[in-house]
């Protein structure tokens, strides 16, 4: 910290702490986010969620159809090229299914190496989720080296793959399941749709910044 | 690049002005149209909706208690991430510490997520003198650096523009634009020139929605992916944030996102919400090699030192205020002059600018009570402009600081006609002569009567005074 930095902190601490500002009543309102009677029902609101938001929902029965599901997936946007992570549950089945049929590209380097790749060249990125909501129809990513940032977010399509069993009520349980406040990796995102905006005359366009489109495979038995 | 320039001393003349623009108030009218009705859709369930919004105002008042307290947890812990943490008081030292930042990194090119609080400090011109692009992601905040405008919307920024004076603009500006008014094809213009800055950015600069203290987090909400552009792909990131926008728990965070978004734009939820807890970490390969926080002052802890004012620190910045307003639905966002428009800027630029620059503003309220009404967070905002009125007017009650500005708008001939009013309200006899005396001479009061009379009919006043009538029927009384 700069000494001006410093200086300022100081300056600014003294004038707040000159207040005793009174706490509020501890017990006033309160706020249940929507909870599910079953598994099917929060399964159901999930992929509707993500559904209204834009998203393409596919359900497959067992893992076993992933593969197939790639390939026709492939088959139908006719993707060029694809970009993968290194690692994560399904690296090896996304490999098996993309590596003959398009151009296949791992993130193993520093980014600054795909940088262009990824802005110019790439149809679909592919990644696993670390959680879903579905009060809010929302997929949980905690980037890491095996699966960077960048890959939900700079080709024009996302495709990310999720168990059933790992979605949840709502986002106050996920944080308090995983005990967040331990502790979080450098980012997490939670994405609810593909990129959109209505900045243009409240007129809803996809793909502003991010992917325009979402596709998020559900693997319903385990 | 000259931003045009409206100031919130002008507020009456930039009203007019506005008033008389029918485009315009044709661009406000459905625009707040649409967004109350999305919020309205939002909460469909009013028990839900009250609970939910006491209990965010709760989370807020706690934190701005503890305010000195969390914003020490939030430095630690964030530079325990790796997040560099910096203070500015004001406008001047925030940005001379940013710009040293990018400097300081040999950066020339610097994209800019949604930010407010960079608007409020004027960074993009200040850069621009230090020979650094600063271009603009979000795509209304980019529609508006090109028209060379400010926002006038805190959440939607190019709102008081049509589609078609978007495309007038872009085949002003963007090289091989075919003429369009589809609203598809014109975002997707402004991607692919966007996507070529973000590809050349040396520094991306953001705002903060919430910064979590318990975890040294930083929380942008946002829908294009602009914001989560701006802090993934440029080597350097910087935060800029007001010191009020410190929560102590995550859990806070579920709650009151859940209301900013309902409140803003009646999502459930947005597209994006991304929470930075450091930069890229070893053996992560993307994200910025550097983050930095900077948090500003600039005259909030003037709002803080006041037990009523204080309130005003509890905003989540929703925007649900002015689309509420009727004031702001006929003015629109620019004719106040102030970074915030709507009611929620005219409770805070008094603590940013000062009463002498904005003591017309707080006067600009019919005290409706709209804005209060659906504040996520309960801010008694009528009551604040009142309380600014009063300090605009008169010297701080003794045992209370003065603020900057107080007393600036006092009048003399206001003050003695109150004086006035209030020696003769206290001599009867001299006040029923006074009265008998307007009622005689009412019939000679010119028309029109300056301001008054331009949009209303004169007043006609009574043939006899209430005291007069009052003395008949007692009259008539006892002589029944
Ligand atoms: S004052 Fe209330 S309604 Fe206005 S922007 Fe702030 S939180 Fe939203």
Redesign the interface.
């Known amino acids: 910290?700069?000494n001006?930095?410093?200086l300022?902190?100081a300056?600014?601490?003294q004038?707040?702490?000159?207040?005793s500002?009174?706490?509020?009543?501890p017990s006033?309102?309160?706020?249940q986010?929507w909870q599910s009677p079953s598994h099917e029902v929060c399964l159901t609101r999930f992929k509707q969620?993500l559904t209204n938001?834009h998203a393409e929902v596919i359900s497959i029965p067992n893992v076993e159809q992933l593969t197939g599901s790639l390939i026709e997936l492939a088959e139908l946007h006719q993707w060029q090229s694809a970009m993968l992570g290194t690692g994560g549950d399904w690296h090896q089945l996304f490999t098996q299914a993309l590596t003959s049929r398009l151009k296949l590209s791992v993130?193993?380097?520093?980014?600054e190496q795909y940088?262009?790749d990824l802005?110019n060249n790439t149809s679909v990125s592919l990644t696993g989720c670390d959680a879903g909501i579905a009060?809010?129809?929302?997929l949980v990513l905690k980037?890491?080296?095996e699966e960077?940032?960048?890959l939900s977010?700079l080709a024009p399509c996302h495709v990310a793959v999720i168990n059933a069993s790992q979605i949840v009520d709502?986002?106050?349980l996920l944080?308090?399941q995983q005990q967040?406040?331990q502790?979080?990796?450098?980012?997490?995102?939670?994405?609810?749709?593909?990129?959109?905006?209505?900045?243009?005359?409240?007129?809803l366009?996809?793909?502003?910044?991010?992917?325009s489109e979402l596709i998020v495979i559900v693997i319903e038995g385990e | 690049m000259s931003v045009q320039h409206y100031q919130a001393s002008q507020f009456k003349r930039q009203a007019s002005e506005s008033l008389a623009d029918q485009q315009l108030r044709q661009?406000f009218r459905?625009?707040m149209d649409?967004?109350q009705k999305k919020r309205k859709d939002a909460f469909s369930d009013e028990d839900e909706l009250a609970?939910?919004?006491?209990?965010?105002?709760?989370i807020r008042?706690?934190c701005?208690?503890?305010?000195?307290q969390l914003?020490?947890q939030l430095e630690q812990n964030c530079q325990a991430?790796g997040i560099?943490?910096?203070?500015?008081?004001d406008t001047r030292?925030a940005q001379?510490?940013i710009a040293?930042l990018i400097q300081q990194a040999g950066g020339k090119k610097v994209v800019k997520g949604k930010s407010m609080v960079t608007e409020e400090i004027e960074l993009n011109h200040h850069l621009e003198s230090l020979g650094i692009e600063c271009v603009e992601?979000?795509?209304?905040e980019y529609?508006v650096q090109l028209a060379e405008e400010t926002p006038s919307h805190i959440i939607?920024?190019?709102?008081h523009?049509?589609?078609q004076q978007?495309a007038d603009l872009f085949l002003e500006h963007i090289k091989d634009f075919n003429y369009t008014l589809s609203?598809?094809k014109?975002?997707?213009t402004?991607?692919e020139a966007?996507?070529n800055k973000?590809?050349q950015a040396d520094v991306g600069i953001s705002g903060v929605n919430f910064a979590v203290a318990?975890?040294g987090?930083l929380c942008l909400v946002e829908?294009?992916?602009?914001g989560?552009?701006t802090t993934?792909?440029p080597p350097l990131h910087i935060a800029v944030t007001g010191?009020e926008k410190v929560v102590e728990?995550?859990?806070d965070?579920?709650?009151l996102?859940?209301i900013l978004t309902r409140s803003a734009?009646g999502q459930?939820?947005?597209?994006?919400?991304?929470?930075?807890?450091?930069?890229?970490?070893s053996?992560?390969?993307?994200?910025p090699q550097q983050v930095h926080l900077v948090?500003l002052?600039n005259g909030r802890?003037q709002a803080?030192?006041d037990?009523v004012l204080?309130k005003t620190l509890q905003c989540i910045r929703c925007g649900a205020c002015m689309n509420h307003c009727p004031v702001y639905t006929r003015v629109g966002g620019h004719a106040y002059g102030t970074t915030y428009p709507g009611p929620i800027g005219k409770i805070i630029s008094p603590h940013l600018q000062g009463l002498e620059q904005t003591s017309d503003l707080v006067t600009a309220s019919s005290l409706c009570g709209a804005c209060e009404e659906v504040c996520p967070v309960n801010i008694p905002i009528p009551s604040l402009l009142q309380r600014l009125r009063h300090d605009a007017k008169m010297p701080a009650e003794s045992g209370i600081s003065s603020l900057k500005g107080q007393a600036s708008a006092a009048s003399f001939s206001e003050h003695n006609a109150w004086r006035f009013w209030a020696w003769l309200s206290t001599h009867p006899k001299i006040y029923h002569l006074a009265t008998r005396m307007v009622l005689t001479l009412a019939r000679y009061i010119p028309l029109p009567m300056g301001a008054w009379t331009r949009c209303r009919s004169k007043p006609e006043l009574a043939s006899q005074s209430f005291h007069q009538q009052m003395k008949q029927r007692a009259n008539k009384g006892a002589s029944l």
């Open positions: 910290m700069s001006a930095s410093a300022a902190k300056n600014i601490m004038r707040l702490s000159a207040v500002a009174l706490s509020p009543k006033a309102g309160s706020h986010a969620q938001a993130f193993e380097q520093n980014f940088k262009s802005f009060d809010t129809g929302t980037p890491s080296a960077p940032r960048s977010l709502n986002f106050a944080m308090a967040w406040h502790g979080l990796p450098s980012n997490v995102v939670l994405i609810s749709g593909p990129s959109k905006t209505a900045d243009i005359q409240q007129t366009a996809y793909g502003a910044h991010g992917p | 661009n459905g625009a649409y967004l609970q939910l919004r006491l209990h965010a105002e709760n008042q706690r701005l208690s503890k305010l000195p914003l020490e991430n560099q943490v910096h203070w500015a008081e030292q001379q510490l040293d992601s979000d795509m209304g529609i939607m920024p190019a709102i523009k049509n589609k978007v609203v598809d014109l975002i997707q402004g991607r966007l996507r973000f590809k318990e975890t987090t829908n294009e992916g602009n989560r552009m993934t792909v010191i728990h995550l859990s965070v579920p709650p996102f859940s734009t459930h939820i947005t597209t994006y919400f991304n929470m930075i807890s450091g930069p890229r970490r053996p992560e390969r993307d994200g948090l002052d802890s803080y030192a037990d204080r």
